[in-house]
């Protein structure tokens, strides 16, 4: 069980890593604007500027999502079960939590719905 101290902790990089993805977003979604507004004067232009906006916004996806993980880490602190595992209810372990602050699942529940998703 994670001490309040670890706990404040936990939700204060949350809070932080939730902040830097707002700010990517909020760039991302303005140079997405930005190149609409860009006249392309051949097609090297245009399919440069193409790839850019789908790695864009694969980008975007991906950070849309953590924020979502980190979101429901934050909505758990309040709720008083941040750090237990979704799956089999036991601790997830500060070390796995460290690497991924809004970890959902233990190790062997993780390895489990992973292998369930392919």
């Known amino acids: 069980m994670l001490t309040e101290t670890e706990l404040n902790e936990f939700q204060n990089k949350l809070l932080d ?8 977003l909020r ?3 303005l140079e997405l604007e930005g190149m609409r507004e860009l006249e392309l ?3 090297g ?6 790839a850019e906006a789908v790695i864009d916004s694969a980008i975007l996806v991906q950070q849309r999502k953590e924020l979502n993980e980190i979101e429901l880490a934050l909505d758990k602190i309040k709720a008083g079960v941040f750090g237990i595992c979704e799956m ?3 601790p997830i372990g500060r070390r796995r939590l ?18 369930e998703t392919k």
Request: with cysteine; proline share 0%.
């Open 17 to 24: 890593r939730r902040v830097q993805i707002e700010k990517n």
């Open 27 to 29: 760039g991302t979604s």
């Open 41 to 43: 004067n051949d097609e």
């Open 98 to 115: 460290e690497v991924k602050n809004f970890a959902r699942f233990c190790i062997t529940c993780r390895e489990i719905t992973e292998k």
């Open 45 to 50: 232009d245009f399919a440069a500027a193409s």
């Open 88 to 90: 089999c209810e036991d």
